[in-house]
């Protein structure tokens, strides 16, 4: 079949997995040992599109707390163990993600781009049996800055570009994001928008060329048409 979609990137948390609340969770629980509280309305509000380094450094700055490297890198040890404990409590994968994943990964190239710990997304893809499905994944650490800055989406393009040995165009790429800082990151990078509403309600998704409220809505079809505008 000749597609005008080329690629799929895919964020994780939020996406793929139902994790954002988990990451909530265990930043909560690793900032109550320094005494500092994180409510979840401030942290969907302000923090949700930060990797583990980038929250911590941003929810210093914002309530004026001297927070040396060393602090920042104990902080983010401490929230990975929490982290760690909550996704061995059970499955974490929205409805519908494997099959939909199954489905592109037969017909084009994917990759994952996000903020998460590597270890975190290759537990949780490999616990469903996806791992080889995927080309790359692009995870915290990988680029120098971390969404919002098109970074992570240019490396996951770039490294899909190597592993399928094709010239593939951003805009017969699309990106899979849950939230305005992931589809920034996406469309700095010149990719096509979809957005899903497991986070954030359609009207806070800026961007989103196309939104659904799950990747069980999501088609092949509907994004080959999306890439062919």
């Known amino acids: 079949m000749n597609r005008a979609l080329q690629a799929i990137v895919f964020d994780f948390d939020g996406v793929i997995a139902n994790s ?7 930043f909560q ?5 320094e005494g500092v509280e994180l409510l979840p309305a401030d942290y969907y509000a302000h923090y949700l599109g930060y990797d583990d380094v980038g929250l911590f450094q941003a929810l210093a700055k914002d309530r004026g707390i001297a927070m040396s490297g060393g602090e920042v890198s104990e902080l983010v040890a401490r929230k990975g163990e929490r982290m760690q404990t909550l996704l061995r409590s059970g499955s974490v994968l929205f409805p519908g993600a494997t099959e939909f994943i199954r489905e592109a990964a037969a017909a084009v190239p994917i990759a994952i781009a996000s903020g998460a710990m590597r270890h975190e997304i290759e537990d949780v893809i490999d616990a469903a049996g996806m791992t080889d499905l995927f080309s790359t994944i692009v ?20 490294r899909l570009r190597e592993s399928s ?11 899979i994001e849950d939230s305005r800082w992931g589809l920034e990151s996406a469309q700095g ?12 309600p359609a009207h806070e998704l800026t961007g989103a060329e196309l939104v659904v409220d799950s990747l069980t809505a999501l088609t092949l079809p509907a994004l080959d048409r999306l890439c062919a505008r």
Not at 140 to 156: I, M, N, V
């Open 165 to 175: 040995r094709r010239e593939i165009d951003p805009r017969r790429s699309v990106a």
């Open 20 to 26: 954002e609340p988990l990451h909530l969770l265990a």
């Open 139 to 158: 995870a915290a650490g990988d680029t120098p800055e971390s969404k919002p800055s098109p970074a992570p989406y240019r490396l996951a393009l770039e």
């Open 189 to 200: 990078a010149g990719l096509r928008l979809v957005g899903v509403t497991n986070s954030y």
């Open 29 to 33: 629980q690793a900032l109550a040992d």
